[in-house]
C-alpha cells in the first residue's frame, strides 16, 4: 500500500512562490503516473499537473501553464510542484496522487484515473 504525504503548504502574498512536496512510502512509486489537484470549498477537485513515471512527459491545468512546474526524484519518491507567480485565485487545498498501471499515452486528468491521495496541503494566497 503506498502513502503519500504532503508538505511546503502555507500562506504567501500575490506574485509569490512556493513549492510543495509529496513524498511516498510503503513501496516506490517510479512506475506511477503521479499529480497535483487542489480543491476549494463547495467545488469539485481540479487538476493541475501531472508527470509520467520517468518525468519525460508533463501536462498541466491551462490555468497555471507557465507559472507552475512539476518534477519527481524517483530515488527519493518525491514528486514536487513548484508554483510561481501565485495569484489569489490559486488558493486551494493541494492533492498529490499517484496513478498505478501499464503506461499511458496521454497523462491522466481526471481525479478517478488516479488510486492513490495524500491528506492535502493548504496553499493560501493574500491579495
Known amino acids: 500500500q503506498v502513502q503519500l504525504v504532503e508538505s511546503g503548504g502555507g500562506l504567501v502574498q500575490a506574485g509569490g512562490s512556493l513549492r510543495l512536496s509529496c513524498t511516498a512510502s510503503g513501496r516506490t512509486i517510479d512506475s506511477y503516473v503521479v499529480g497535483w489537484f487542489r480543491q476549494v470549498p463547495g467545488k469539485e477537485s481540479a487538476f493541475v499537473a501531472a508527470i509520467s513515471w520517468n518525468g519525460g512527459r508533463e501536462k498541466y491545468a491551462d490555468s497555471v501553464k507557465g507559472r507552475f512546474t512539476i518534477s519527481r526524484v524517483n530515488a527519493k519518491n518525491t514528486m514536487y510542484l513548484q508554483m510561481n507567480s501565485l495569484r489569489p485565485d490559486d488558493t486551494a487545498v493541494y492533492y498529490c496522487?499517484?496513478?498505478?498501471?501499464?503506461?499511458?499515452?496521454?497523462?491522466?486528468?481526471?481525479?478517478?484515473?488516479?488510486?492513490?491521495w495524500g491528506q492535502g496541503t493548504q496553499v493560501t494566497v493574500s491579495s
Open positions: 496522487s499517484g496513478r498505478r498501471g501499464p503506461p499511458v499515452v496521454v497523462l491522466p486528468t481526471q481525479s478517478t484515473e488516479y488510486g492513490y
